[in-house]
């Protein structure tokens, strides 16, 4: 559960596509719709790892169960396409890849 505007939001874990931090606002897109609150992607990584939720990039969480691929990207770097959610391909920080690739490569 998430805390909103109109009080808490509460959503699956499964449902949830990835999160995304801009400062200290978080974007949760899921099947449901996309939510924004305030808080911290570090302390949602460790609550989150669990559910099967890896940080790709210093902005990024993503679900693991929809990951679909892994791709070249601009300036020979690297972005996921997540399943059900073909909107975009979501970067994969320097730091983050070669934790990506192990789980990845599964």
Known sequence: SFPSISGTTKLMTDHIYYLESDLRTIRVV???????FTGTISSLEEQLRPDGFIRIHK???????????????????YC?????YEKECLPIGRSQIREFRQIFDR
């Open 59 to 77: 902005s990024f969480l993503i679900n693991l169960d929809y990951v679909q691929e892994m791709r070249v990207s601009y300036n020979s770097g």
């Open 30 to 36: 899921a099947k449901e719709g996309t939510f924004t």
């Open 80 to 84: 996921v396409g997540l399943r059900h």
